[in-house]
């Protein structure tokens, strides 16, 4: 019989800087973003208990995240264009403000932006936004794998509301389509080496009344599953 891991939906908000009247264009026509200068405005994260939002300071977003995912059953983060999108800049963030996550991500030799016929995996949707580069990346998250679904559906009748402003929408959504197409969506599970030394954000936890944050409650428990439990990571 087949085991069903836990599935966890994600999907972020982010303010892109005014730009150029033409900026540039990536694959199919896809906005290149500038990840340095776009800033992320807001998460949304669905588990099987309920969604979950998250705004406020960037670096608090990044933070409690970081800290939800260390903490979680071990399963799959679901995302849609997660590997060209949400992973790349989330990671970019984490380097501007000079954190250290329990995100990993390192580019997916596998694939490629630019699909060509019926290959498998299928021609995906169009994306409205990218960072640079021409390969698309894999991750996970302290011990979450990740799963993008543009590898799974690749049509554009699969996306429908899953690129919702709403990141709370657009999470909900991810972990429903990977629930509803689970036996094609594991063979898409990105491939990434097991951590040596995770470090991770979660760990450092800030002074009350920091400018740039909260104070980070980590329960006990999840300290002592992590390598790092004790030693401040912050950069």
């Not at 996550?101 to 060509?116: A, E, K, Q």
């Not at 049509?155 to 899953?162: F, K, L, N, Q, R």
């Not at 429903?176 to 197409?181: M, P, Q, V, W």
């Not at 969506?185 to 760990?203: E, K, V």
Request: net charge positive; proline share 10%.
């Amino acid at each position: 019989m087949l085991v069903k891991p836990p599935l966890y939906g994600l999907a972020i908000a982010f303010d892109r800087p005014p730009g150029p009247t033409d900026p540039p264009t990536g694959v199919d026509g896809a906005i290149v973003l500038d990840p340095f200068a776009s800033v992320i405005v807001g998460a949304g994260l669905s588990t099987i208990d309920g969604d979950e939002y998250y705004d406020g300071p960037e670096r608090r977003i990044l933070s409690l995240l970081d800290q939800r995912f260390a903490v979680l059953e071990p399963g799959i983060i679901t995302t849609w264009n997660g590997s060209i999108l949400d992973l790349p800049l989330l990671g970019a963030r984490a380097r501007a403000l000079d954190i250290g996550l329990g995100l990993r991500i390192r580019p997916d030799r596998r694939r490629s932006l630019r699909l060509v016929g019926r290959t498998d995996p299928p021609p995906a949707q169009r994306p409205a936004y990218q960072i640079g580069g021409t390969r698309p990346v894999a991750g996970a998250w302290h011990r979450q794998r990740h799963l993008d679904l543009r590898w799974v559906y690749g049509d554009v009748t699969a996306s429908d509301g899953i690129t919702s402003p709403d990141p709370c929408r657009g999470a909900h959504l991810a972990r429903a389509l990977a629930e509803r197409r689970w036996n094609r969506a594991r063979r898409h599970l990105d491939r990434m080496p097991p951590a040596q030394a995770m470090t991770s954000y979660a760990w450092a936890c800030l002074d009350a009344d920091a400018e740039d944050g909260p104070m980070v409650e980590v329960p006990e428990s999840a300290r002592r599953r992590h390598p790092s439990a004790g030693l401040a990571t912050r950069r």
